[in-house]
């Protein structure tokens, strides 16, 4: 699920740090229910050895200019933020109705309008093109393909030792093998997660059937950049740490059970720190 804020600056712009990620994540937090985000902040949802959030968030869509260190939004502005959990939209939407002017940074906006799109139909054969069908454990799974957009720049990394044994990441370009092999892991742990909330693989809490069957999940699922160059590599900085993320149009092939999850919880790494949203890719359409 996924809300759309619309807002404007009260003054004659928005004016942010170039590298604003979290300044949009504390806006976040801000606008939920105390107990909400402490719980998400503070402790995240569990899975194996990670904490998710289960929540992301697109870049601020609008009119801006961009300078070296800042970058100043004119007119009207919006947000998007997605989520499984209902009650973290929900939260958020209802704190902005009510308070209508807020604070992003040291800017104030007033509230316009909060919109809630219709739900994407990933069962539709209308909505996707079906490629293949697989059979495993007698259960017909079907495999969709579908154009997207990142609202969001999608990154994908490891951690790596070096030879002196000192820790490094590595983020990797949606052009080596690696970047389709973790965001595949990644989305089956977010999948497992919202599916078998207090099951993991190495318990053998999971049936038999249901391993096979996330097996084929994460073996069908690709994400194919289309329309990526090297200008759609953003070196962002969060909190004095460097990310290394990509925009661009991508193709997902998979089943509909996984891209479902891309668009709620985001594709990637640090989702809630504003990476990783997507959206259907409409030819000549603009998003906000």
């Known amino acids: 699920m996924r809300i759309k804020i619309n807002l404007e600056s009260i003054s004659e ?4 740090p170039a590298h604003y990620n979290y300044i949009l994540q504390a806006f976040i ?25 289960l929540f992301t968030f697109s870049r601020l869509l609008g009119s801006f200019q961009r300078n070296q260190d800042t970058i100043a939004y004119q007119g009207l502005i919006s947000l998007w933020v997605a989520s499984p959990l209902t009650e973290i939209l929900e939260s958020f939407a209802s704190h ?14 007033r509230i316009t309008g909060i919109e809630v799109p219709f739900t994407e139909d990933f069962e539709s054969t209308d909505s996707h093109r079906l490629t293949q069908k697989g059979i495993v454990g007698g259960v017909s799974l079907p495999r969709f393909s579908m154009m997207i957009k990142m609202l969001s720049p999608v990154t994908a990394y490891s951690t790596l030792l070096t030879q002196d044994k000192k820790r490094k990441t590595y983020y990797y370009s949606p052009f080596e093998a690696d970047f389709n092999r973790i965001c595949h892991q990644n989305l089956l742990k977010k999948y497992q997660l919202l599916s078998h909330p207090n099951s993991s693989p190495s318990t053998g809490e999971v049936g038999e059937g249901d391993f096979k069957k996330l097996l084929d999940l994460t073996e069908k699922f690709s994400i194919i950049p289309e329309r990526v160059s090297k200008r759609n590599e953003h070196i962002i900085m969060y909190k004095g740490t460097v990310i290394k993320a990509w925009s661009g149009i991508y193709r997902l092939e998979g089943s509909p059970e996984l891209i479902k999850v891309a668009f709620d919880c985001g594709l990637g790494a640090k989702n809630s720190q504003g990476f990783g949203m997507i959206e259907k890719y409409r030819k000549n359409v603009t998003t906000d």
């Open 13 to 16: 712009r928005l004016s942010l």
């Open 96 to 109: 902005l109705a009510r308070k209508g002017k807020v604070k992003i940074g040291t800017n104030y906006c």
């Open 29 to 53: 937090y801000r606008n939920l229910s105390k107990t909400l985000a402490d719980k998400i902040h503070s402790q995240g949802f569990a899975f194996e050895k990670r904490q998710f959030r």
